[in-house]
């Protein structure tokens, strides 16, 4: 929860501080490293405006987050252990968040987070599978809990850091997040105790996975779902970009309500979807308890299918938004709208891909397979800041049907593929 309060807090004013402050030239002169980054982003990309170049350095940080956890998981299988890297990336995180109070060590702080957060991530995942037996059907729904209390500290990140950056001053907003992510470590030390014991290594448990195919095979099954898997986190990552700079310049942010008059924040509109999360997931997860009692839950395939199909009926949806009226007048209900059918296809997609890759790998690689179904999310990320660069030059109903194509190219991709994991992931 912590971890995710510090992340997200972050996340949701790194797009607004770099526009709205850090890229400005007067600033952005003072801070190591940014005229080579730039310049080597404009050897790709072409010259590159301040709006585009923030997008794209998003797009670079939130997509290396999830291509270190390879290492991260690398290291904790084959050397340290699982949870003495957790420690490890917590503490890194937490001097990554602290040093984003300084302009000129922006970069060097972002490098920082990412490794941390490589150590962090696919390690306090797996810790989660390891209290279930490999064939326990109620993996899914304790993933699912598990994603509920990520998402209690990503609905407060918001309305805390958001609020200290946007209204008192940026540095307090990012130094907030440091403050969450320390109580995070401070926490996740003295839970230790109750923790299953762990050896540095764990020990192969093959005798008890009979239900599940062997490292080749789940990796194959990766593969295979490298390409939709890139595509969703290509279209939902916007969320944190493109659908910012939208709730800023194109949304009618005037809320009178007995307890609230006056514009709502933009990062305030960052905490709807984990707040929707943590509504929709007990019905959802009873819902699929009560479809299984029959025999009727939908596969894991089926679930992410479904999840790809909502991804691109919400972003239908900001088109939409797009055509009802004129710039600066767009309801903020539509962004309701948006987030709930987000938040459901998300539900469909992500904490069950992790629970599918936490029973599919063996015990002694488990870590490692996280971080290589975590890098589909990296390959998402860098996509989805080359993408969300469009932003400035296209109309922003085109660019949200083109964000809605994405996900239905995804849906299609795991359907034509539907024979062929049937077959390789009969753990379902």
Known sequence: MWERFSYYGMRALLVLYMVDYLLKPEIASDVLGLETLKRGLEAVSGPLGIQPLASQIYGLYTGLVYLTPIFGGILADRWIGRTPTVILGAMLMVAGHFMMAFEHLFLLALGLLIVGNGAFKPNISTQVGDLYAPDDRRRDRAYSVFYVGINVGAFFSPLVCGSLGENVGWHYGFASA???????????????????????????????????????????????????????????????????????????????????????????????????????????????????????????IGKMSLGCILLALAYLAMAAAAWSGAPSSASWLWLLLYFAMLTIAELHFSPIGISLVSNMASNESRSTVMGIWLTTTFLGNIAAGWIGSFWSALPNASFFLLIAALGVVAACSIHLARPILRTLLRAE
């Not at 992510?181 to 448990?205: E, H, N, S, W």
């Not at 969703?232 to 009178?256: C, K, P």
């Not at 008059?261 to 019905?283: D, K, S, Y």
């Open 178 to 300: 440091g403050i969450g992510m320390a109580i995070g470590l401070a926490t996740y030390v003295a839970g230790l105790p109750r923790l299953p014991k762990q050896k540095f290594r764990d020990a192969p448990t093959g005798v008890g996975k009979s239900a599940n195919l062997d490292l080749r095979k789940s990796l194959l099954g990766l593969a295979i779902l490298l390409i939709p898997s890139t595509l969703f986190w290509a279209a939902y990552e916007q969320q944190g970009n493109t659908i910012a700079l939208w709730i800023e310049q194109s949304t009618d942010r005037r809320l009178d309500l007995l307890f609230w008059h006056g514009e709502v924040p933009v990062t305030w509109f960052q905490a709807i979807n984990p707040l929707m999360i943590f509504a929709f997931t007990p019905p959802l997860i009873a819902c699929w308890s009560r479809s299984a009692r029959f025999g009727r839950e939908p596969s894991t």
